[in-house]
């Protein structure tokens, strides 16, 4: 069996940054990701610029990007509200992102299959890591990175896997011109809301997240479209201008904002894996990016410090986690819990479309300050 120091499960955000961390610091490593490079994700593509300081730090080399400095908010009823982010971000589709860390990575010598893990064992101190192919693998850490939902979490009994998870994303690329590059619109409609904003090839990506609640009432995503989103006139104008650039919209269902522990099994989680934001908040890839980076400190610590053992990692990485994320989780689901009621999401929408002042002090609630290097 192959041995490694650290095996880092799911090649996403958190994973691929956890691996170039890692392997900067000279440690044999394995990532494991289910599907090559390059690849498409359901995602609303937009990243807040927290994490440009430490992806610089890391070698990652991006393509020049428009700075998104403007958010555009508007009611299901057409009430809008236009205010310039705090901080402010960038727009990039995932097939980029992913494949440019993952293109790093390689150059720092890290392994890369593509395969998917089926089993995780812990026993004498260990790691076995066994794959679909019948491949195993062995290492002192894991880092679970492997997004959202996986089979891996009901292998691994995790809490979360077993309740109700009543959200359903769909995303795709449009052509559509007259769309300003340093603007994120997030308009909402019946049940849900949707996010466009720019990507580096010039193509708008048009994601939404929406209660399977209010999806079942039609169950086609072109249906959904004509009968509920486009309820929302600024997303009417834009699904009657825009031409779609993929064959078919992506989707992905059961999507949970549950908590989630951040170690399992001493497998530290990372990512989604470890707690997803509600998209609306628009900081999920920034707290995968920065989680990567608390995963890797406390892995460094335990292979390069006496007395810093396994036990301390581990109550260290969650307490830091926590510090760091607890705040934005909190909002974020207080957010959620309004968004699942139709009467108390107009109420805030409403409000916030009045007050651009709330708008920017949610949005400061719900993201972090640049990465401390
Ligand atoms: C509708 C929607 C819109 C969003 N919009 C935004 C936004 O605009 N801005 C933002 O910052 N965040 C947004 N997010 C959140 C963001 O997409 C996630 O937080 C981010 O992708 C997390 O990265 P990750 O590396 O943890 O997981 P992922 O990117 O999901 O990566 C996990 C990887 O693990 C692999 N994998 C899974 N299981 C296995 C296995 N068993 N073996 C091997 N590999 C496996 C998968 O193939 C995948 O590549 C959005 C999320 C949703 C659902």
Partial sequence: MEQFDVIIIGGGLAGLTSAIHLAGEGYKLLLIERYPYPHHKVCGEYVSNEVVPYLKSLGVTLPKVAAIDTLQLSTKHGKLLQTKLPLGGFGISRYTFDNALYKRALSLGVSVKFE???????????????????????????????????????????????????????????AFPEFPENLVALHNFEGGYGGLSKTESGAVNFCYLTSYKSFQTVKSIEKFNSNIVARNKFLNHFLRHAKPLFDQPMSIAQVSFESKQTIKDHILMCGDTAGLIHPLCGNGMAMAIHSAKLASERIDNFFKESGYNRSKMESDYSKKWKSTFKRRLQTGRALQAILLSARA??????????????????????HGKPIAL
């Fill in 116 to 174: 998917t893990v089926k089993n995780v064992t812990y026993l004498n101190d260990s790691f076995t890591i066994d794959t679909e192919n019948e491949n195993s693998y062995s290492a002192k850490v894991a880092i679970g990175a492997y997004g959202k939902r996986s089979g891996l979490d009901k292998q691994l009994n995790r809490n979360f896997i077993y309740k109700n998870a009543p959200w359903i994303g769909v995303k795709a690329h449009y």
């Fill in 345 to 366: 999401s107009d109420i805030l929408m409403g409000t916030i479309t009045k007050s651009p002042g709330l708008i920017r002090s949610l949005i400061k609630r719900t």
